[in-house]
């Protein structure tokens, strides 16, 4: 994992009588680097029932991310030439590369999921997800993250997510039709306003035309969330 984010504010005197030398501008540069790898692993197989019928299962084990931040902040400030008192025309101060390593737990995740294909005339399929983010956890070795983990078990929640979706074939024809629901993964222990609400559902429609030239498709959909 490599992620890296640079930020900088400047503000400038906007000056009404430009006899007057002074400050010009300050400006905050801030630096932010994340570098780490993680290890964690996915499980799964495939039970086939019989020509038309499979069934997949398969679980993802918490990824624990070890990740070690670097930070850096500068400020400099810039006068106009000529300004009282000899001041140079930028000064900087930077304060030195910061760095705290710490571990990211990722949530628990389990599926199954279920396909019936009907010959050449299309399929149906069916999946269920289930993620329990009260799993997840930060660790480090000088700071134990007490109050941060309990806050995850009490905030979050075991959610079931649901995805099905199908196919029907008439001669070029293609009809497709899929819903998916998304929970809202905060408990009702949050009291949070905002996170009352956060789940998020969609239906989608597709009719389509195959040939061997090409292909054609035309796709609805429609989703409801809150933000």
């Known amino acids: 994992l490599r992620y890296q984010e640079d930020f900088s504010l400047e503000e400038r005197d906007l000056k009404t009588d430009p006899t007057l030398k002074d400050l010009r501008d300050v400006e905050f540069i ?17 039970l086939r029932a019989n020509d038309n019928l499979r069934f997949g299962l398969g679980i993802q084990t918490p990824r624990s991310f070890s990740l070690t931040k670097t930070f850096t902040y500068r400020i400099v400030t810039r006068y106009d030439a000529g300004a009282p ?9 930077t304060d ?10 990722t949530p628990f995740k389990a599926n199954l999921g279920m396909t019936m294909q009907f010959g050449k005339n299309g399929f149906i399929g069916a999946d269920m997800e289930l993620v329990d983010y009260t799993t997840a956890r930060l660790t480090a070795t000088d700071y134990g993250f007490q109050t941060e ?45 905002f996170t009352r609400d956060l789940g ?6 597709v ?3 195959r040939e061997k030239a090409y292909f054609l498709d035309l796709a609805l959909a429609g989703g409801k969330r809150a933000d």
């Open 200 to 205: 998020y559902s969609a239906v989608t429609g």
């Open 96 to 105: 030195p590369a910061n760095a705290y390593t710490f571990k990211i737990v």
């Open 30 to 46: 801030e630096t932010n680097n994340d570098r780490g790898g993680a290890v964690g692993a996915r499980l799964g197989m495939i």
């Open 207 to 209: 009719f389509g035309i």
């Open 149 to 193: 983990n309990a806050n995850i078990r009490l905030l979050y929640r075991q959610v079931l997510n649901a995805r099905i979706g199908g196919e029907w074939v008439i001669d070029k024809y293609r009809l497709r039709a899929g819903y998916m629901n998304f929970p809202n993964p905060f408990s009702n222990n949050a009291g949070i306003p």
């Open 85 to 93: 008192g000899g001041i140079s025309r930028a000064e900087a101060e």
